[in-house]
Each structure stands twice: as structure tokens, then as C-alpha cells.
């Protein structure tokens, strides 16, 4: 069975500077990849995914994330965080063979300080 | 393109009261999902249906928890009798191919 990891449960940065928030899985294949995002109070959003192809992908609000399959990491980055970025993040794997589940990390909360 | 819906938002009730949640998917979304998030941890998932199938309900308490969607479109989730534990936001997504949306909660309390 898949699983994630996210080593950082709070991470705490200062507006304008910039963020990387990490994901490790276990899969025995290339697992689908998801980050979603959780703001107080609100449902998941989700802010981009990795099915396959190009190993830097994009998403909204301009995060991005990069596969490393050697690392077994799907780290998401922002070059410049905004204080409206402050929420939970959720990295999430998804085995591809079929009809399985999707698996959360824990999350990692962040913080921004003007 | 509407959301998912769920309603209601918040749910305080007392130990072993029973309690229901409503879930209404994406307008044309065929696979609908139940995850319970208890503070400080991710989703996990309870039920998923396929139209109005079971797919996998491996994870639900089915002595306590039930689910059905009946016409394959909206879902109810119904605990009965609650118990403290099962204070957690309940989390209802639907998805058409292989990307989830998720719903905004419904945050329950058991005191």
C-alpha cells in the first residue's frame, strides 16, 4: 500500500521570501501526485498534480512541484510567498494500476510573518 | 461550474445521538468519495461510491456508519450512535477521471 510523508508539520516564513514544503512516498510504481491546499475552515483545493511526463509541473496561485522519482519526493515550491498563502498543505498519492486509494500525508502548516 | 456541496457546515450533538451529512457532487461526476479528517491529520477515506455502487468501504465502521447515494448523484453519510472519537471534519469529494474536488466540510462535534 502507497504512503506519504511530509517531515515538516509547521513551517513559518516571512512574506516575500521563498518556500519549499517536502513529500516523500512509498509506491511501488509512479504513483499520480497531488498537492492540495487547506485554508481555515474550507475543503481541500487542490493546487496541482503529477500524472506522468515533464517532472516540473504547475499549478495555481504560482506554486509549482518537482518529481523526483530517485528521491521518491514531490516537493512543492514558491518562489515568493503572499500572506493569503498561510493554510495546511496536503501532499497525496494515488497508486495508478486502478481503482486505489487516495493516500494523505499528514500536512504541514504554514505560517506567514509580515 | 458549481462546487461540491455539503451542508451542514457544523454539527454539535450529544454521545450516541445520531447525525446525518449530505453531500451533492459535481454536476456529471460519477465517482463520489467520504473522508473523515480528524484534527491534525490528513483525510482518510470512508466510502466510495461509483454511480450509486460501493466501490470500497473497507475503512467505514459499519457498525456505526452508513452511506448511500441513492440515483448515482447526491449522498448521505449517517452516524448512529456517535461517539466521541468521531469528532472530525467530514469531507466529501467527487471526481469524473483521476482528480478529486473536495467539498468545504462539515465540521462535527461530540460532546
Known amino acids: 500500500a502507497q504512503s506519504v510523508t511530509q517531515p515538516d508539520i509547521h513551517i513559518t516564513v516571512s512574506e516575500g521570501a521563498s518556500l519549499e514544503l517536502r513529500c516523500n512516498y512509498s509506491?511501488?510504481?509512479?504513483?499520480?501526485l497531488f498537492w492540495y491546499v487547506q485554508s481555515p475552515g474550507q475543503g481541500l483545493q487542490l493546487l496541482l498534480k503529477y500524472f506522468s511526463g515533464d517532472t516540473l509541473v504547475q499549478g495555481i496561485k504560482g506554486f509549482e512541484a518537482e518529481f523526483k522519482r530517485s528521491q521518491s519526493s514531490f516537493n512543492l515550491r514558491k518562489p515568493s510567498v503572499h500572506w493569503s498563502d498561510a493554510a495546511e498543505y496536503f501532499c497525496a498519492v494515488e497508486g495508478n494500476f486502478g481503482n486505489e486509494k487516495l493516500t494523505f500525508g499528514t500536512g504541514t502548516r504554514l505560517t506567514i510573518i509580515p | 461550474e458549481a462546487g461540491v456541496a455539503q451542508s451542514p457546515r457544523y454539527k454539535i450533538i450529544e454521545k450516541r445521538q445520531s447525525v446525518a451529512f449530505w453531500c451533492n457532487p459535481i454536476s456529471g461526476h460519477a465517482t463520489l468519495y467520504w473522508y473523515q479528517q480528524i484534527l491534525g491529520q490528513g483525510p482518510k477515506l470512508l466510502i466510495q461510491f461509483q454511480n450509486n455502487g460501493v466501490v470500497d468501504d473497507s475503512q467505514l465502521p459499519k457498525d456505526r456508519f452508513s452511506a448511500e447515494r441513492l440515483k448515482g448523484v447526491d449522498s448521505t453519510l449517517k452516524i448512529q450512535p456517535a461517539k466521541l472519537e468521531d469528532s472530525a471534519v467530514y469531507l466529501c469529494a467527487s471526481a469524473s477521471t483521476d482528480t478529486q474536488y473536495f467539498g468545504p466540510g462539515t465540521r462535527l462535534t461530540v460532546l
Open positions: 509506491y511501488g510504481a509512479t504513483p499520480y
